[in-house]
């Protein structure tokens, strides 16, 4: 199982960034995704989760009305669509499965939302 995020990088208050996860090594339409984030110092924080068809998505209260997570079952690729990003939302965000009961992470990309 691999899971490769990219789409980060530096971004003004109010801002717009998405973040994709390409997977590979597993049969991505059967399984539920997550993104996580983890700010400096902080514990790593639940993002968002898609069911694997892509018809439930749940939502950490901090970014609901602002995030949205989708995925493409043909590219194996989940995205997070980050909109009106604030200085908080800055941290590394990592995608994540479970697979066959154990769980798998990408490497993640950090996101940092300055003026």
């Known amino acids: 199982v691999q899971l490769v995020e990219s789409g980060g990088g530096s971004v003004q208050p109010g801002g717009s960034l998405r973040l994709s996860c390409a997977a590979s090594?597993?049969?991505?339409?059967?399984?539920?995704m997550s993104w996580y984030r983890q700010a400096p110092g902080k514990e790593r924080e639940l993002v968002a989760t898609i069911s694997s068809a892509g018809g439930t998505t749940n939502y950490a209260d901090s970014v609901k009305g602002r995030f949205t997570i989708s995925r493409d079952n043909a590219k194996n690729t989940v995205y997070l669509q980050m909109n009106s990003l604030k200085p908080e939302d800055t941290a590394v965000y990592y995608c994540?499965?479970?697979?066959?009961?154990?769980?798998?992470w990408g490497q993640g990309t950090q996101v940092t939302v300055s003026s």
């Open positions: 994540k499965t479970n697979w066959r009961a154990k769980a798998y």
């Open positions: 090594g597993f049969t991505f339409s059967r399984y539920s």
